[in-house]
Structures are given as C-alpha cells and as structure tokens.
Nanobody, 122 residues
Framework: QVQLVESGGGLVQAGGSRRLSCAASGRTFNTWLIGWFRQAPGKDREIVATINNSGGYTYYADSVKGRFTISRDNAKNTVYLQMDSLKPADPAVYYC???????????????WGQGTQVTVTS
C-alpha cells in the first residue's frame, strides 16, 4: 500500500512553467510505477506521463510530449512533473497514482492522491 500527496499546483501564465511533486509514504516506494493524470471539468481523466520504478523508462501523452518531464527521486519518495510551455489546454486537476505493474490505463492504477489544481492564464 502507498499513500500519495500532490503539491505544486497554482496559477501560471501561458508559456510559463510549473513543477508538481508527488510525495509517497511507505518503504516500498521504489517498487511502484507512478503516473501523472489530469482531469478538466466535464472531461474524462487522462494520462499525462508515467515512470517506471527505477526511473529508467518514461511515457508521455502526445499532448505533452516535449513540454513535460517526469522524474523520480526514490531516496526522497517523490515523483516530479516539470511542466514547461504551458498552454491554455493544460489547466486541470493533476493527480498522481501508483500501480504495481507497468500500465498506461487509468483504471489499472490502484492508489491515488487528492489532486492539485493547475490554472493557466493567457
């Protein structure tokens, strides 16, 4: 079992940057694959990026590829999402989630944080 807490959301101008953090509890953090997801009002939750347990493999949705970077520091039990060149299409509640197996399917993630709001102003 793992508990996740996101932080770092807020207001940012279009074209700007923001870094989100996902802090995890538990001594087995380095066994979990972590994903970042987002959900805008009226839309389904969608995957943004994932990172495997060692940090050696990452996946990005096409909509954020080249702009967002996912990374993890297993010594700090934390996963980061660096968001650059933010666009008006990026605002949403951003969630991190953990899965015991590698997957990009939202339904396969077992543990979720409470989410952090990102708002982009033009």
């Amino acid at each position: 079992q793992v508990q996740l807490v996101e932080s770092g959301g807020g207001l940012v101008q279009a074209g700007g940057s923001r870094r989100l953090s996902c802090a995890a509890s538990g001594r087995t953090f380095n066994t979990w694959l972590i994903g970042w997801f987002r959900q805008a009002p009226g839309k389904d939750r969608e995957i943004v990026a994932t990172i495997n347990n060692s940090g050696g493999y990452t996946y990005y949705a096409d909509s954020v590829k080249g702009r967002f970077t996912i990374s993890r520091d297993n010594a700090k039990n934390t996963v980061y999402l660096q968001m650059d060149s933010l666009k008006p299409a990026d605002p949403a509640v951003y969630y991190c989630a953990a899965s015991a197996v590698y997957t990009i399917l939202v339904r396969s993630y077992n543990y979720w944080g409470q989410g952090t709001q990102v708002t982009v102003t033009s």
